[in-house]
């Protein structure tokens, strides 16, 4: 049997910034996608692309492969995404003299997730070099930044492993995210009457004064330990002069207790119908489940396997609770247990969002032993099912 060779730290520089350097905001993902395909295909992997491109109005859909090794059946499913917020500026990724990647321009660095596709890719170089690794699959997924799109899309049957992991949450590796939040995403629009301001605004009905009395009635923030609400957008209005006749606001609500979701979302509609009474205005609310809460077991055999791998690079494993959504939502709803990894990024979706190379090299030796030690964990009953395939 072939020792595993550490990660490189020039290969892993390499590959973040080629990546980092594509941009890949949501829906446009084909560069880093290429990329991918091009880097699994030359160690002999056949990836597969799904239709979720078309599908959504994009160029990408998700990838998929089976790399293949010594048991007849995948141990681990492991993922990243694709997408990027959109940059505000050129990308021009470097690694600076303390060994931290950062952007040159004032924008993103792409860290998140493109840290976690350099340290997959990595990984399997190193697995493919060694010849003697459990089977696992990856899939890289499309327009996870704007509502979880691609996860949603991608086949519920695709994966066949017995548990997965993806490598999406922001902080130093050794993080596992083994709970995070239902949302819902809250849509309103207000339709008033327009008039001349200074002339006859008593013709007018106000969509803007509807919403802000829609708006200032809202609790909003965090409303308990598990609980936060938001207005993020409001549009609306032509002129100074002309009383607005269409508004629009977009919020969302989570929760870790599905009865607290439910009562602060009901509250935000009821603060919408309210004001659109009291200001004689029309209105249009959507309220749309983005994606369900998961809460894991510490004793799941993916939450088991995953401290493990932790102490294995020298790290303490620390079980975390999120705030945030993941792909990791989209497949534990559908049955398949996931966890959510620290992929060592920090500050994400801002200009000063960084990445350390040493996070970067811990996540690459990480992943490979996930997949290493990945036999260990999976239940009996898969692997009996599996001799008789």
Known sequence: ???????????????????????????????????????????????????????????????????QGNT????????????????????????????????????????????????????????????????FELFFTVSEEIGLVGAKHLGEHLLRSPFAAV???????????????????????FRGRAAHAGVEPERGRSAILASAGAISSMRLGRIDEETTANIGVIRGGTAPNIVPDICEIMGECRSHDEG??????????????????????????SLVQEYRSFALSPRAAIVRLSRAAVRSIGLEPRLLTGGGGSDANILNARGLPTVNLDAGMLQVHSP????????????????????????????????????HV
């Open 352 to 387: 000063d969002e960084h990445l350390a190379l040493e996070d970067l090299t811990q996540l690459c030796a990480l992943v490979a032993q996930m997949i290493l030690l990945s036999p260990q964990f999976v239940p009996k009953s898969v692997g009996a099912a599996a001799s």
């Open 167 to 189: 490598l999406d949450s922001s902080g130093p590796v050794g993080g596992i995210m083994v709970k995070a939040p239902s949302q819902q995403a809250l849509k309103v629009v």
């Open 1 to 67: 049997m072939t020792a595993l060779a550490p990660p490189s730290a020039e290969r892993l520089t390499r590959l973040f910034l080629d990546l980092a350097g594509r941009p890949s905001p949501s829906g446009a993902e084909r560069l880093v996608a290429d990329f991918i395909i091009d880097v699994l295909e030359s160690l002999g992997i056949s990836v597969s692309e799904d239709t979720t491109g078309a599908e959504i109005g994009g160029d990408t859909g998700n990838l998929c492969c089976t790399v």
């Open 260 to 285: 607290k979701l439910a009562k602060i979302a009901a509250e935000m509609v009821d603060a919408v119908q309210e004001a659109a009474t009291q200001t004689g205005v029309d209105v249009d609310t």
């Open 72 to 135: 007849p059946y995948p141990c681990l499913a492991l993922g990243a995404h694709m997408d990027t917020v959109l940059p505000t500026a050129p990308l021009e990724p470097f690694l600076d003299e303390e060994g931290v990647f950062r952007n040159r321009r004032s924008t993103i660095l792409g860290a998140d997730d493109k840290a976690a596709i350099a340290a997959l890719l990595h990984a399997v170089e190193l697995l493919k070099a060694s010849q003697e690794f459990p089977t």
